[in-house]
Nanobody
């Protein structure tokens, strides 16, 4: 059974940085794409950033220049480095990974940006 487990969430002050990690287990196959989504209270889940197993990376406009996604394909792990955090970045962050046409979600990790 494929599982994605996020770590690294918590409370951070505006302007601060935080790094999220997502480790996949339960498969010998590589993920075609891995990424991060987030959901703030009362809002729909939205894309933050995705990275394919090649070199294609995609960011939401709201995080461009502040967030950096990276992958360790050998470990089936994806990271999200978040800098210059803003209160509006507060949300539950979910890891997502797709093998072929099947996609999987992590349980989510809370990121709160507040002074």
């Amino acid at each position: 059974q494929v599982q994605l487990v996020e770590s690294g969430g918590g409370l951070v002050q505006p302007g601060g940085s935080q790094r999220l990690s997502c480790a996949a287990s339960g498969t010998i196959f590589s993920f075609r794409v891995m990424g991060w989504y987030r959901q703030a209270p009362g809002k729909q889940r939205e894309l933050v950033a995705t990275a394919t197993s090649g070199t294609t990376i995609n960011y939401a406009d709201s995080v461009k220049g502040r967030f950096t996604i990276s992958r360790d394909n050998a470990k089936n792990t994806v990271y999200l480095q978040m800098d210059s955090l803003k209160p509006e970045d507060t949300a539950v962050y979910y890891c997502n990974g797709c093998i072929g046409i099947r996609c999987y979600w992590g349980q989510g990790t809370q990121v709160t940006v507040s002074s």
